[in-house]
Structures are given as structure tokens and as C-alpha cells.
């Protein structure tokens, strides 16, 4: 089974309220013969664009293949939030590879956060953009948690665009009783992901990269040329870029030790109407600290888009309830709200929660396994690789030296191992602890 196709149609994009609301973007052609490249990339999503606008935008002759369409994978279907730092907080970073490299990767995640904002600008992509994410805690003990994490970003990083909130300043934004504190991070911000993204292709049109969609990459023939084979031609190129996160599938053995695909999901409701402002006061986006995250915001029609629920099998389970049992958790009178739209997706996971960059042959590079922090890291990943292959490896070495632990089990027992741990971390989540 392969995760590609075991939920989606060929070449469409989910029922998602992303897909209803989306700029519209004709089809590419299907790979067909044999074609050469300086850089073929493997994957359309925001790291695979980035790293292709980039590679143009410096005279290279670029190939994008997408086994669907520019901006079908976890690009186009995510809570759409630009966060801050890395997804492992800097305090445990610290820890991770001490203080001068944790400084390094907070620079490195605040360039992410300022490519994206620069590129919607430089090439006027309608993706409604705002700032703001609050991270909203389920107890006193995790407030107290977070309020002691402000002032070490604002004290050792001087990081002034973040704020504790009490609970009377976070219910101020967010009116859910099931919150008892947070913050409020204006640096960081939300946006229409999959426009996005599909504001990323048009400009790599522009800066003439060729795309193929509905074309399905099934090996990579190594050597000084390397050949990107599909089921309808072949790629000789240079050099090659893996984009693919959580849709990796056998590509590479080392890569898929390493990221594991999860699937996530989210709905939205129908319009809320004067209801809205009992779920946020303020255009802002919510991350809560459940180790699943609960994730929501409203969108620029007034619906609740609310993130929730993970699996790790192939097949989706029943996403409508999936979702809603947290949504209700959290906001009781939105129990019977009719959802317009629910959709799940497949992204990727490591070990410790961190990306996975890494270069797989002199002339192969890979980034993935985001691990839900992907629409500023993914982005920056693939300006890093396309820095790396025009001989500027410094910001993709720094990420490609943060240590990455294989999955216990390897691709063959990854998935049941994690569902073992997901279960006690479940338990943790409903016992409050």
C-alpha cells in the first residue's frame, strides 16, 4: 500500500476547505520520455518550490516532479501556522547540542519565519497572512511552564515579540474555560497554506522551472548523473533534491529510518457568524500544549478551521469524529456544528521532533520530517539545499549536524512502536499530567 494514493484521488487535491477557497492553478503535464536537468527535484510541496524558485532564480535548469499536484501533500492541507523557533523548544535545545548551536538554529528558524513573509511579499501571493499565534496551556502547572519559557527567549534571545498571558489576558483572546494561560507570540504568524504554496509555483513558472505532475517517482539511480526513473519517462540530472516528507515511501532507506510518516486532520465548520467571537476575539492562530496538539484558528469567512487527532496506519479513520471530540473539548457549544469541510493529511515525524536534512550522496540532498512545523522550516529547507548545491552549505550544515535517532524497529516496526508510545501520551493528555 503505498500512502500516495491509499486516500486520494490521482491528481486531485482533498475535499478540503483549502481546495474550495484556493486560487485556481491549471494542471502541469504528466512526465512523458526521457528529459535533463541540472537539479530534479522530487516533491511539490513548500520545500520542494522553495528550493526550486531558488535554484532559478540563480540561473539553474530546474525539473520539479509531484507524483499529484503542486501543494496535494501536507503543504496544502495544514493548520497553516508560521511558528517560531524550532519545534523542540530552545531550552531543550540546549540540552540537545548546547548553547552556541541552539543560538545558531533560533537564527535559523527566525530566517524561516522571515523568508516566508519575504516571499509572499516579493511575489504577491494571496495567502491572507496575519500575525499572531497564542499558545493556550490545560493547566496551571504548564502556564507556569510557558511563562518561564517568555522570559527565557525574551532574556537569552531577545525575543521582545512574545508575551506571557494569564488566564484572564487568554481567555481575553480565546473565551475557552478549558484554558488556563499562555501566550502570545506576534512574531509568529498564519496563513491560506495552500495558497501559499501554489503562489510558489507561479513564481517558479516564472523563473522557468519546468513541472510534472501526476508523475510517480519509483527508484533513483545513483552516480556522477543521477537518474530520477518514473512510471512514464526518466530524469538525468546533475544533482537531486528528495522533497517528499511523509510521502518518502522506499525512496531512500536512510531517510525513512529516520521520518515517519503520521497522519493529521481537520474540519471546518460552517460559518459562525456572531458565534465566532466565542471562540477568538483576535485574527490570531492557537497551538495548545497537548502533546497531540489541538490547533485552530477562524478563517477569513468566519469558520472555524479547528487541527486534531492523529493516526498511523495507511488509512484514514473516520475524520468527522476524529476531530470533533477534541473541538468539543474545548469549545462545548460547537458540538453539533455542521462541518463543510474534514480532511486529513501525511506528514512527517522524527525521533526528537526536529528536521531531518541530510546529504545522501555528493550530488543528493534531503529535507523532511518537520514534525508539524513546516510551513516556515520547510521553506527554509529548501533555500538551504538549493544554497548547499550553489556551494553556500554553511546554513545547511548546521541543520543537517542536529542528531537524528533512527525509529526503533525501522520502517517495519515503526509505526506499531509509536502507537504504543502515542496511547501513554494520550493518557498523560486526559489525566492532565
Known amino acids: 500500500m503505498n500512502l500516495l494514493y491509499s486516500n486520494d484521488r490521482q491528481g486531485a487535491f482533498p475535499p478540503s476547505w483549502y481546495a474550495a477557497t484556493a486560487q485556481p492553478r491549471e494542471p502541469k503535464p504528466q512526465l512523458r520520455g526521457e528529459a535533463k536537468a541540472d ?52 531550552d531543550a535545545l540546549e540540552k540537545l547540542v548546547g548553547d552556541d548551536d541552539a543560538l ?43 511563562h518561564a519559557y517568555v522570559k527565557h527567549l525574551q532574556s537569552r534571545y531577545s525575543y521582545d515579540d512574545i508575551k506571557p498571558l494569564s488566564p484572564d489576558e487568554l481567555h481575553a483572546i480565546c473565551p475557552s474555560l478549558r484554558y488556563k494561560g499562555g501566550s502570545l507570540d506576534m512574531g509568529a504568524a498564519h496563513l491560506h497554506p495552500l495558497n501559499f504554496a501554489l503562489g510558489l509555483a507561479e513564481a517558479c513558472e516564472r523563473a522557468g522551472v519546468r513541472f510534472y505532475e501526476n508523475t510517480h517517482v519509483h527508484n533513483i539511480v545513483e552516480g556522477k548523473t543521477l537518474t530520477v526513473r518514473c512510471d512514464t519517462g526518466r530524469v538525468e540530472a546533475a544533482h537531486v533534491i528528495l522533497a517528499c516528507n511523509g510521502y518518502l515511501g522506499g525512496l531512500n532507506r536512510r531517510v525513512a529510518g529516520r521520518v515517519m510518516p503520521i497522519n493529521n486532520f481537520i474540519a471546518a465548520t460552517e460559518p459562525l457568524g456572531t458565534d465566532a467571537a466565542k471562540v477568538l476575539t483576535k485574527d490570531v492562530a492557537v497551538a495548545d500544549s497537548k502533546f ?34 477534541p473541538m468539543a473539548e474545548i469549545f462545548p457549544h460547537l458540538q453539533d456544528v455542521k462541518f463543510d469541510y474534514a480532511w486529513g493529511g501525511t506528514l512527517a515525524i522524527t525521533m526528537k521532533r526536529l528536521p531531518y536534512l541530510a546529504r545522501l550522496a555528493p550530488n543528493m540532498l534531503s529535507a523532511s520530517g518537520y514534525s508539524g512545523h513546516g510551513v516556515g522550516t520547510a521553506t527554509h529547507a529548501g533555500k538551504l539545499m538549493s544554497d548547499a548545491i550553489a556551494g553556500e552549505a554553511e546554513g545547511f550544515d548546521i541543520m543537517s549536524q542536529i542528531p537524528c535517532t533512527p525509529f526503533p524497529g525501522g520502517p517495519a516496526l515503526r509505526s506499531p512502536l509509536l502507537t504504543l508510545a502515542m496511547t501513554w501520551y494520550a493518557v498523560r493528555d486526559r489525566l492532565g499530567v
Open 39 to 90: 537539479v530534479c527535484i522530487v516533491g511539490g510541496g513548500f520545500t520542494g518550490l522553495s528550493a526550486a524558485l531558488h535554484l532559478a532564480e540563480r540561473g539553474y535548469d530546474v525539473a520539479l516532479i509531484e507524483a499529484h499536484r503542486v501543494g496535494f501533500g501536507a503543504s496544502g492541507r495544514n493548520g497553516g501556522q508560521l511558528g517560531s523557533g524550532q519545534r523542540m523548544e530552545q
Open 104 to 146: 545558531k538554529l533560533w537564527h535559523l528558524a527566525e530566517e524561516a519565519k522571515s523568508l516566508v513573509k519575504l516571499l509572499i511579499k516579493n511575489h504577491k501571493i494571496g495567502c491572507h497572512l496575519k500575525p499572531g499565534i497564542a499558545h493556550a496551556c490545560l493547566s496551571k502547572s504548564e502556564m507556569r511552564h510557558e
Open 292 to 325: 497531540v496538539v489541538n490547533y485552530f484558528r477562524l478563517s477569513h469567512d468566519n469558520r472555524l478551521l479547528f487541527g486534531g487527532g492523529e493516526s498511523y496506519g495507511y488509512k484514514f479513520p473516520d475524520i468527522d469524529k476524529t476531530v470533533r471530540k
